[in-house]
């Protein structure tokens, strides 16, 4: 994705792009001469050109079309994208065994993107007039496909829907229904790609003016859509006359009241929501972290990953031999203290020093006790066991501070949204919130807990901070959300997108907002 997004890439990436581009285009388009010159059929010409600022190579091969069998006119056709996938096949052990970074390994990962995604997503796709299309008509026997389905579900649709006095193309029974659902789905799949076209433009120049950047996409669009808008325009004046004299009769003064109070109270009726949406990840909302206390030596572990505990189940047990000799080195001492403290008070000698002596044995027992007892480790929380394979810890040497289990309550969950500065107007305390979790169908309503009063950086991967690239991003705050889960279906570190819904408001204050925002921020 990155590779294709062009908007983080540098001159000399578009260079490369563009190079390999036109040298493997070129080959692509000689393979499809060379198949077609030994079938018997002569090649006339072949050139360069571009295509909406993109390279393209041309063959052409009317007479292998013409002078070919029908399988023969197909292996004209997969010539170019064979021989880019035998590039790719070669490019790949090359990319396999070379150093990451080096320029060959690269250049090869390059040359890998190029011939074997690129070629296969689009040059043998069927829905727009490339080898995949030109392999399918061969196949179907219909060499006009693409023209022949459009100019029916056009017709019909006119016809049928719009009731204009057109004439539908005759169809055989048979194919209507494969005519409509190819033209409907290949007219989607073109524009569709057309407008990737100029994304792309605008994706090129982003990366060298992001604030001017729609400018030329904007102009590819218009450039690459020229057509069909003009064509848009055409139909909708032939509708309009055709229509004009019912539509004006239609219009009533009653009825035209009537639409325009409904237009108004659709304007100013505050039935809309504002809203702000943000991606977030599951986490427990109470978790407790498990550490050595003491050092030791892991002697058990009582719990396996995922496992569900009681408060103050027992999750693991150190072993310390220095620390337990010298604890039971000085309980013995304590005893014997004791000990001598009752003779001391028989004989009423040396009472203080055996006291003295007892206490200091008592306070060293106590904190050694103490001391020991850490070394058995115990959940203050219930919980589940979220540390992957505790149990490879056993037998290891801890450090105090070693980290040996992490324990969450599941029952709850936390998932925590970034709202940039601009959408805050829209936050409210009251704001209800609907969640949908990615992997898992419907949606669930929730609640807010609050609002951090500073902002953070954003966790990555949550927010393409790419489309600010060349200015100053927005400060984003945190907004935690409890979710509900008693039935045990959510995971921690599930995604998914949440929607805080704000006040209702008008489609009339939905326009007025961005306008007057523009204003108080970029021209007061």
């Known amino acids: 994705f990155q590779f294709y997004n062009f ?24 393979a499809h001469g060379v198949t077609c010159k030994h079938y018997g059929g002569r090649v006339s010409s072949m050139g360069f050109c571009l295509v909406y600022l993109t390279p393209a190579f041309y063959t052409d091969t009317s007479e292998g079309v013409v002078l070919a069998t029908p399988y023969q006119r197909i292996m004209i056709t997969v010539a170019g994208v064979w021989v880019e996938l035998g590039i790719c096949a070669i490019a790949t052990p090359l990319w396999w065994g070379t150093t990451p970074g080096s320029a060959v390994h690269e250049l090869a990962y390059t040359i890998i993107l190029i011939t074997g995604v690129g070629v296969l997503l689009i040059n043998w796709n069927p829905l727009i007039k490339l080898d995949g299309y030109y392999i399918l008509v061969d196949l179907l026997g219909i060499m006009d496909l693409k023209e022949d389905s459009t100019a029916f579900v056009s017709a019909w649709v006119r016809k049928h ?29 073109s524009y569709t790609v057309l407008y990737v076209v100029a994304h792309f433009v605008g ?9 001017w950047s729609f400018i030329p996409e904007l102009a590819t669009a218009a450039l690459i859509f020229r057509s069909r808008l003009r064509t848009l325009y055409n139909f909708m004046k032939f509708l309009y006359l055709d229509k004009k004299d019912r539509i004006r009769a239609w219009f009533t003064p009653q009825r035209s009241w009537a639409l325009a109070a409904t237009a108004v109270l659709l304007l100013f009726a505050p039935i809309w929501r504002e809203s702000i949406s943000g991606r977030f990840v ?9 550490r050595a206390l003491v050092p030791g030596t892991v002697e058990a572990v009582f719990v396996t990953e995922g496992q569900a505990i009681p408060a103050g189940a027992v999750v693991a047990r150190l072993r310390n031999l220095p620390l337990q000799s010298q604890l039971a080195r000085s309980q013995a001492d304590y005893d014997l203290a004791r000990s001598r403290y009752n003779t001391a008070l028989l004989r009423l000698a040396g009472v203080g020093a055996a006291a003295s002596d007892r206490e200091r044995l008592a306070s060293q027992t106590g904190q050694l006790t ?53 959408d805050l107007y829209k936050y409210r305390a009251s704001s209800s919130v609907r969640i949908a979790v990615d992997g898992f169908f419907g949606k669930l309503d929730t609640q807010t807990v609050s609002m951090a009063p500073a902002s953070s950086e954003v966790d990555p991967g ?21 979710v509900d889960n008693r039935d045990g279906r959510f995971r921690p570190g599930m995604a998914g997108t949440a929607r805080l819904y704000g006040r209702r408001r008008s489609l009339a204050g939905l326009a007025w907002e961005p306008t007057a925002n523009f204003f108080g921020r970029k021209l007061w």
């Open 7 to 30: 908007t983080a890439k540098s001159g000399w990436d578009l260079a490369v792009f563009w190079g390999l581009t036109l040298i493997l285009s070129g080959v692509h388009e000689t």
């Open 462 to 482: 949550l927010i393409d901070l790419t489309k600010y690239k060349g200015l100053a991003p927005p400060r984003f705050y945190v907004v935690d959300l409890l």
């Open 161 to 189: 829907i719009w009731r204009l006095p057109v004439e539908v193309p005759f169809v055989p029974k048979r194919r209507r229904l494969g005519f409509a659902i190819y033209a409907l789905i290949s007219g989607l799949y």
């Open 203 to 211: 994706n090129v120049f982003r990366n060298f003016n992001p604030d």
């Open 282 to 290: 599951l986490e427990p909302q109470h978790r407790a972290v498990l």
């Open 370 to 422: 103490l001391e020991a007892g850490q070394l058995e480790l115990k959940s203050p929380i219930a919980g589940v066991v979220l540390t992957p394979r505790p149990a490879d810890r056993l037998s290891a040497y801890v450090t105090a501070g070693t980290e040996l289990a992490e324990i969450g309550d599941l029952t709850t969950l936390r998932a925590r949204i970034f709202v940039s500065e601009y």
